[in-house]
């Protein structure tokens, strides 16, 4: 626990007390999640920290997994893997996504190994490498069935002889496979069947061109999680690392986000006033409301409006009218909240407070647009203990 925040007894409550709205990120669960995993999948773990760790602070999220046992780092874009760099992180960084246009020489230079899903990205490496001289380690991404990312079926056979033409040019050291699965999260499901299939046949075609890549991987959390065959030589894990289990395994995951926020003023409201943009919420009697600072800018889903609640005095407290883009307000009731006391916005549940997953359910989304929607404004506060 950082010594420069006040802790203060509320309604029985000991409350991280905020004057501004404060994520606190769990260390501890962090590192405590990666263990877990890596426990439970019995497979090397590469921790994916894209979209700033998940909303967590990638930098925080990499040290915490690598100290937790992960031995490589995953994120969507070299920017992304870069600034890991600068952060002084050395061990091997997969960066998967990227535009063809990308300049790659930073990413050469930083030791940044490199996804490589069509014939366009594997020709603008190679100019990389002939401009840096530094040969460039690539995955080759296989498209298995999300119409997404990776090469499709009818271009994986050209793009692994042309990585092989390029490996004998000693241009490029093709280390890896990947694919991803797009129905991992419902165990059982025939569509992993064949997109297993599809990725079996994608190697053969890969070994067939020469290539004799060391480490092939698929899946995120939920297939690391509930598919053993999945795992293969590495799973790549992101939600799991913050506390997610889209697949509900039961595995002991630990939420490690706690959205706090000040309580900015508290005014007395009469029967039959407004509350917020239009005439969404009429106050059916007299009551208490309280204003906090985060609206939908901050992560707190607009859509959620009529059915959130936050936690004030050990208490939840609904969540009035529209959220508008900065602000929220709260229906208090009687409680004796007062301006400068913290309202528990999303949490562990521990203390009675909102869940990840329940705002999701809120919402009407999954937990990961959740914790990656927390914007800029938000103060990020790494922690070592639940709170
Ligand atoms: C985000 C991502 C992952 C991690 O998925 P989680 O389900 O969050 O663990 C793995 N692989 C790829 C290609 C991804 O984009």
Known sequence: ??????????????????SRPTALVDLAALRANART??????????????????????VALARAALAGGASALGVTSVTEAVALRRAGIDVPVLSWLNAPATDFRPALHARVDLAVPSLDHLEAIRAAVRRTGVTATIHLHVDIGMSRDGAGQDSWGRLCTEARTAEEAREVVVHGLMGHLGCADRPGHPTTTRDLDRFDRATRVAHAAGLRPTVRHLGGTPAALTDPRARLDLC???AGLVGIDPARTGAPLRPALTLLAPVVAVREARAGQRVGYGDAHVLPRATRLALLPVGYADGIPRIASGRASVLLHGRRCPVVGLVSMDQVVVDVGALPV?????AVVLGPGAGGEPTTHEWARWAGTI?????????PRVDRRHVEEDH
């Open 37 to 58: 995993i890596t426990r439970l999948t019995g497979t090397p773990l590469l921790a994916v920290v894209k979209a700033d760790g998940y909303g967590h602070g990638a």
């Open 236 to 238: 790549r894990v992101g």
């Open 338 to 342: 007062v301006a400068g006391d913290t």
């Open 367 to 375: 937990e990961h647009e959740i914790v990656t929607g927390i914007g």
């Open 1 to 18: 626990m950082r010594t420069d925040l006040l802790h203060r007894r509320a309604g029985g409550q000991r409350t991280t007390v905020v």
